[in-house]
């Protein structure tokens, strides 16, 4: 986890400023600095036009009864995509804009559910609870692991993750 932090916030800010610096020899400082805010203001538009679809469907499905999980999804990579191109650089950019892009995004979270099943069915999914304790488990919540071996997919394709042996009701 401390890794990707750091290739996050260390070697990606690097790439991008080394990609910019050669766009800027290759094309010009003034072309490069227009990319880059015009990038921007693109990213700022399709995010907000795209999230505002989202939450129109979230509310929708609320109001129909259904569970609104992949407008949840969807939104959370809507902010994700819009953070990425208010962020200036090439790499960031080509990040929001998939992320932004509703094709690009469906592509995107079929890998990410793909991934998290696969980690579910290896056991490397751990579920702690702090119930009744607010979000302070010292003070004598109840913290546990609970083992899922199953994941599947439900109707509004979110994955439900059925732990062993533990009753929800």
């Known amino acids: 986890m401390l890794g990707r932090l ?8 690097i790439l991008e400023l080394m990609l910019l610096i050669e766009m800027g020899r290759y094309i010009g400082s003034l072309p490069t600095l227009g ?4 990038t921007g203001f693109t990213g700022a538009w399709l995010a907000r036009t ?8 979230f509310q929708e499905e609320l109001v129909s009864g259904r569970l609104p999980g992949q407008a949840m999804l969807d939104g959370v990579c809507v902010l994700v995509g819009g953070a990425f191109l208010l962020t200036p650089g090439v790499i960031t ?8 892009l509703p094709f690009t995004r469906r592509w995107i979270q079929s890998r990410m559910r793909d991934s998290l099943e696969r980690q579910v069915a290896a056991g490397r999914v751990h579920v702690a609870s702090s119930y009744g304790a607010g979000f302070d488990t010292r003070r004598g919540g109840l913290e546990q692991e609970i083992e899922a071996r199953e994941a599947k997919m439900d109707p509004s394709k979110g994955i439900v993750i059925e732990p062993e042996g533990y009753n929800c009701s």
């Open 35 to 38: 990319i880059v805010v015009l």
């Open 50 to 57: 795209e999230g505002l679809r989202v939450f129109f469907r």
């Open 6 to 13: 750091a290739l996050l916030f260390v070697v990606l800010p």
């Open 93 to 100: 950019d080509f990040l929001g804009f998939s992320l932004l």
